[in-house]
């Protein structure tokens, strides 16, 4: 894509929020970004698990996958503490738009709104990770956490992913939601995508992302 990166190599752990891999939405989640790959498969990666990053580039530092579980079960502890909730009980959050923000690994996404609950628990676990694995002092600046669902991987052009989310809103594939106010309809914050007006994340999986996507491999998993 014009200005941004253009293969498809990550490297370092990651934390990935997870919806249940038998629900509904990451079915539907599965077939959308199957079919977006069919229809660019000399540009895209092969398929990837359905998640959010919760925390990402952290290849910049010494850490294993047993002490990135650890840290992150005291992240989840202490959210969920804060929460006054027990474990199993998750928590919901709705979408914002489908869109691209031009660059392999943001081509074509689902943008997540910026609930509470997960901007709170990105905290915490970004915190409680830089505690215990400090980045080097040269270390650029974390940008603003932008929470999202990827759908397709992929080097096309900008303008080539507009187009193809500008498709998929005329097959309905993504609604703006609306709402009654005094019986006329005005339009509602965010979409739905597949009918579902918000993901259910269920756990947040450790995951070493080295290589390209398809040589990705989930090595912990921490209900939420």
Known sequence: MSGATTTGIFSGLALWLVPS????????????????????PETSSKEVGVHATLLAGLGDRDISGDRLRDVTQQAVEQWRKEREVEEGFG??????????????FQCILIALQKD???????????GLVDKHFQPPPN??????????????????????AHDQINQMKKEGIFKDLVEKTLGQEEQGKGISFRNFGEVEFVA?????????????????????
């Open 116 to 126: 509470p609950h997960l901007l709170r628990l990105n905290q915490i676990a970004r």
């Open 204 to 224: 947040v999986d450790v995951y070493d992302c080295t290589a390209r996507p398809e040589e990705w491999v989930k090595l912990h998993s921490i209900p939420l």
């Open 21 to 40: 891999p038998d629900s509904a939405f990451t079915a539907a989640v599965k077939e959308e970004s199957s079919k977006l790959r069919a229809a660019n």
């Open 139 to 160: 270390a650029a600046k974390p940008g603003e956490y932008f929470p999202h669902i990827s759908l397709l991987y992929s080097s096309i052009s900008t303008q080539e």
């Open 91 to 104: 928590f919901c959050v709705g979408f914002e738009d489908v869109v691209t923000r031009g660059s392999y």
